[in-house]
């Protein structure tokens, strides 16, 4: 479905009844990759896919795409759907969205599960690594996505999984450069949210991967402490959905139900 915002348009899906799900996926993702998931998912409750700004059907709007404004395009479309409060699940940049969101609307934030994310913002090493890819993709943005998306597997998972990361591909091969850029650069300038995160007024998960080749492993667990997050431990990549498909929907079912 299509909603119009800020003069663009924004794409989303709406499945089943209950408490509602947001699912935010993360960079050159859109909301296929939870299309394995939705069935089982909404059987109890009410799953929400979002494009954010620049993704999948999702227009661009400018030519950064903060994490403030990819939270406000959502509120939009819960606002649309009537939506009061939510639980959120997002993979990777995913995961920044929900928590710039938690930041400004709290009181709408039911439960928060970062899926190989972090509350904290980009070092300077990982912002010269996004100007980096900023200047790889204006240069040749297709051959940034294939060895991107590539490189979020666990190595020893990249020809296991290759069907799936062809299709991954294709479908980030559909994004406008500027999107891409956009969503860099908006990562790149994001705020450290530990905080809100640690102290935040609802159910926390963070669903970390031991051998993520994007996160540090022992950076992600030193986020936990002091404070109620849960924390569960999955063996691969980054690619939780892809590379540990039914421990991520099982870990995720248990995470709503307890909520």
């Not at 996926?25 to 939705?38: R, V």
């Not at 649309?80 to 990777?92: A, P, T």
């Not at 979020?152 to 980030?172: G, Q, T, V």
Request: glycine share 6%.
């Amino acid at each position: 479905m299509i909603l119009q915002h800020k003069g663009i348009k924004i794409f989303y899906t709406d499945h089943g009844q209950g408490i509602s799900v947001v699912l935010l996926h993360g960079f050159l993702e859109n909301t296929s990759m939870w299309q394995p998931f939705i069935t089982e998912l909404s059987k109890k409750n009410r799953i929400i896919c979002i494009d954010l700004l620049g993704h999948g059907k999702t227009e661009c709007l400018g030519y950064v795409h903060s994490m403030e404004l990819m939270a406000e395009a959502v509120k939009a479309v819960l606002d649309f759907l009537n939506i009061k409060n939510s639980i959120f699940i997002g993979h990777s940049m995913g995961g920044y969205v929900a928590l710039a969101f938690a930041e400004k609307f709290k009181k709408q934030v039911l439960g928060l599960c970062l899926m190989n994310s972090t509350a904290e913002d980009d070092n300077t090493e990982r912002k010269k690594n996004r100007d980096r890819a900023i200047l790889a993709v204006k240069e040749n943005h297709k051959s940034f996505i294939r060895i991107a998306i590539v490189n979020l597997f666990r190595p020893k998972n990249r020809r296991l999984f290759s069907k799936e990361i062809k299709h991954i591909k294709e479908e980030a091969l559909k994004m406008p450069v500027q999107g891409i850029v956009a969503a860099l650069e908006g990562m790149k300038v994001r705020k450290n949210r530990i905080e809100i995160f640690r102290d935040g007024n609802f159910k926390k998960l963070m669903i970390i991967s031991k051998k993520d080749p994007v996160l540090d492993y022992e950076a992600l667990k030193k986020q936990s402490e002091k404070s109620t997050i849960e924390i569960v431990e999955f063996p691969d990549g980054h690619m939780s959905h892809v590379e540990n498909k039914s421990l991520f929907l099982r870990t995720i079912l248990y995470f709503v139900e307890k909520i």
